[in-house]
């Protein structure tokens, strides 16, 4: 075999094998890019399936957590931060109830840890759940009205009974709307365990990542634990 050739294949080998090695853990499944246009077609429809799923299963929670005044929650926090640092926490929260808004209360403040509690009315999905729940055809693209724009998309619903969603928000910039942060969820969308102890529509997994003015990418990662 022509020696040129051999060194070629020697080269990709190598470089294959340096990906493979590659921590992705931090990773987004985004479709898009963090500081990259976000060129979007309104007329793209959200997928009714996994976003019915997802959007039933927060409606669910909002009645069942409601009454349930006593629900604790302990998640593993991960802080990918500005300064290059990985902060790793446990944070042990409590729901805190007033009138239809719920949030988590902790007894120490965690950089990163995203207090909000989402549901069909509540948080980044309120824009789209009401419609899809109504049967209509959604756009997966929002203008939020004030010079951003929101991108929605949802997996199907898995084996496991979660929905994967992902949330993508972009800044008009000179007219060109560039990424400016990234939401993924993971959703408990199980319909087999039902009723007032469900845990049906708790978001399982919660990360956002944005890229800081230093250029270095900052996330978070919060993970229920078992």
């Known amino acids: 075999m022509n020696k040129t050739i051999i060194g070629y294949l020697l080269i990709v080998m190598l470089v294959a094998s340096c990906r493979q090695g590659k921590d992705d853990s931090g990773k987004s499944n985004s479709l898009f890019q963090l500081g990259q246009e976000m060129l979007v077609s309104k007329d793209n429809k959200i997928g009714l399936e996994g976003a019915t799923s997802a959007c039933q299963s927060l409606r669910n929670k909002k009645f069942n957590f ?85 991108h929605y998309s949802f997996g199907n619903l898995l084996n496991d009974g979660t929905v994967k969603a992902i949330v993508t928000t972009a800044i008009n910039n000179s007219g060109k709307y560039l990424v400016s942060q990234i939401e993924e969820f993971v959703i408990n969308a199980s319909s087999r365990v ?33």
């Open 66 to 150: 409601q009454s349930r005044a006593d629900l604790s929650f302990s998640f593993d926090l991960v802080v990918n931060t500005c300064a290059s640092s990985v902060e790793k926490n446990v944070v042990n929260a409590e729901m805190v109830i007033s009138g239809d808004d719920m949030q988590f209360s902790t007894t120490t403040n965690y950089s990163g840890f995203i207090k909000e509690i989402v549901t069909d009315t509540a948080g980044v999905f309120a824009a789209i759940c009401p419609d899809i729940l109504s049967g209509k055809d959604v756009s997966s693209l929002k203008d939020s009205g004030d010079g951003r724009q929101i």
């Open 194 to 226: 039902v009723g007032p102890n469900s845990d049906q529509g708790l978001v399982e997994s919660r990360s956002k990542s944005f890229k800081c003015q230093s250029g270095i990418i900052y996330s978070s990662t919060q993970t229920v634990r078992d």
